[in-house]
């Protein structure tokens, strides 16, 4: 892998190998976004109407539960793991064209997306080229 430097940081091709601009932490062996998109951890507000709709990726999360309350309540508790974990990036973007806060976590590559306000959006294990935009553009889910 190749390692390119700037000022006190390196940039290097990222743990997916697609993106040149992702900046790793030194030392760390971390991907972190570009400083311009990074956002404060806002707390994340779910309701059961939200998790039933976005249940079809509960299994990305590691949710095995029926699509009942149980099912609901653990997809809700999987999700603010992955915001909870120190690895996850919060990341200020766009999701679909409007304002999101897209909370990433490169190792896993398990993404939350959340209104600025903080409200459950949806969220999924991100593919490669996914992951790649949202750290180098903040975007996901187009324009």
């Known amino acids: 892998m190749r390692t390119y430097y700037q000022s006190d940081m390196y940039i290097s091709l990222d743990a997916i190998c697609l993106s040149p601009r992702a900046i790793a932490q030194p030392g ?4 972190a976004c570009p400083p311009s998109l990074q956002a404060t951890r806002i707390p994340l507000q ?14 990305d999360f590691g949710v095995t539960d029926s699509r009942w309350r149980a099912g609901f309540d653990a997809s809700d508790r999987a999700v603010k793991h992955v915001l909870n974990d120190p690895a ?37 294990r991100l593919n490669y080229e996914q992951a790649a935009y949202v750290l180098n553009e903040g975007k996901l889910g187009g324009d």
Not at 88 to 115: E, F
Request: proline share 5%; net charge positive.
């Open 28 to 31: 760390s062996g971390a991907i």
């Open 88 to 124: 996850t990036m919060h990341i200020q973007g766009t999701y679909r064209g409007q304002p999101a806060i897209i909370d990433y976590n490169p190792k896993s590559g398990l993404c939350v997306i959340q209104t600025p306000d903080g409200r459950f959006i949806s969220g999924w």
């Open 46 to 59: 779910t309701d059961l109407g939200q998790m039933e709709r976005k249940y079809y990726h509960a299994k």
